[in-house]
């Protein structure tokens, strides 16, 4: 059992926090919403008053917040985590944030001796509660060790990659998204073009299922509605996975690409395929939405 300070039980870190308890994990609990520390709490978390106060005692820290500031301001802000915690303290920020912000967090840390490591996570919500998601980390190797067991208790053991030093797991989390964009948009466009040529969606998405055509999106989250039960589409596109995160996902795959010196083309134009799709109210709806656009019925 490891004493963990969680922050942030938003839509992703109340699952992943009831996991950790379920694992046998003592948690002190921290988030700006009481209605989200009540649930938690109910699971057996421990609530303290501030994140400062969720660490006393914390040997691993996790946080999950929204996106960089908020993870700069918890840590390296004015009374940040970095001015309280013990120097043999593990932090692991598995929230989705721009790889300079990881990279800077972490070298803050490691100048106080403490170990940070960004460690997103692929597979949304329904991975979340199920325990299954996928990791992808960035820091060394010591840390990624000492991290392994207590991701285990979030997500499944196989997907758990340790990408490179600080930063690394953004990399490969943008990288990841960007062609998950691009695929569902190819995959909405195939099964468009094919319907308006009188084939039936659900016949193509079998043959390309067993042609070279075949992709996660058209394999295990099919956007034309009926084709697959269970899948968003089938469901009127409640999410999911939120278009407004795709969106995030794409401007932080960007910033990549221009740090290193790619023009990528085809992410650049998902960007603005999933801004406009965005822009006309399709911001909470699931991102295999992005098929009515396609279909020329662009609204929600
Ligand atoms: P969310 O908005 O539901 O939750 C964020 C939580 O952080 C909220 O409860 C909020 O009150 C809390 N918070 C914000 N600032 C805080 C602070 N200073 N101190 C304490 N708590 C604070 O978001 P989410 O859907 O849980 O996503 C969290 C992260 O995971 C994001 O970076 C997102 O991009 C990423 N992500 C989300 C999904 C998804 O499907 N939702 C999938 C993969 C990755």
């Known amino acids: 059992m490891t004493t963990i300070a969680f922050i942030g039980l938003g839509n992703m870190g109340s699952p992943m926090a009831k996991n950790l308890l379920a694992a046998g994990h003592?948690?002190?609990?921290?988030?700006?919403?009481?209605?989200?520390?009540?649930?938690?709490?109910?699971?057996?978390?421990?609530?303290?008053?501030?994140?400062?106060?969720?660490?006393?005692?914390?040997e691993v820290v996790i946080t999950m917040l929204p996106a960089g500031k908020h993870v700069r301001q918890v840590y390296t802000g004015v009374d940040g985590l970095l001015t309280v915690l013990n120097r043999d303290t593990l932090c692991l920020d598995a929230s989705t944030i721009d790889s300079e912000t990881a990279r800077e967090v972490g070298l803050a840390a490691a100048d106080q001796g403490i170990q940070f490591m960004d460690t997103p996570v692929s597979g949304g919500v329904a991975a979340a509660q199920a325990g299954t998601l996928a990791f992808m980390c960035g820091g060394t190797e010591e840390a990624f060790q000492r991290a392994r067991p207590i991701l285990e208790g979030m997500g499944n053991s196989e997907k758990i990659f340790h990408a490179g030093p600080g930063g690394s797991g953004q990399v490969a989390k943008a990288a990841n998204n960007m062609v998950l964009a691009i695929h569902m948009i190819g995959t909405c466009e195939a099964l468009t073009?094919?319907?308006?040529?009188?084939?039936?969606?659900?016949?193509?998405?079998?043959?390309?299922?067993?042609?070279?055509?075949?992709?996660?999106?058209?394999?295990?989250?099919?956007?034309?509605?009926?084709?697959?039960?269970?899948?968003?589409?089938?469901?009127?596109?409640?999410?999911?996975?939120?278009?407004?995160?795709?969106?995030?996902?794409?401007?932080?795959?960007?910033?990549?690409?221009?740090?290193?010196?790619?023009?990528?083309?085809?992410?650049?134009?998902?960007?603005?395929?999933?801004?406009?799709?965005?822009?006309?109210?399709?911001?909470?709806?699931?991102?295999?939405?992005?098929?009515?656009?396609l279909r020329g019925d662009p609204r929600p």
């Open 26 to 58: 003592a948690l002190r609990i921290f988030d700006l919403s009481e209605p989200a520390l009540a649930d938690v709490a109910r699971a057996g978390g421990v609530i303290a008053d501030s994140a400062q106060a969720a660490c006393t005692g914390a």
């Open 193 to 293: 073009m094919g319907a308006n040529a009188g084939l039936d969606p659900a016949v193509l998405s079998e043959i390309m299922k067993a042609s070279s055509g075949n992709n996660w999106s058209l394999q295990v989250y099919n956007p034309w509605p009926e084709v697959m039960a269970g899948s968003p589409a089938s469901n009127g596109y409640q999410p999911g996975f939120m278009v407004d995160l795709m969106v995030k996902d794409l401007g932080l795959a960007m910033e990549v690409a221009r740090g290193s010196g790619v023009d990528n083309a085809l992410g650049r134009l998902a960007l603005e395929l999933y801004a406009a799709h965005q822009a006309d109210g399709n911001g909470t709806m699931d991102f295999s939405s992005i098929l009515n656009r």
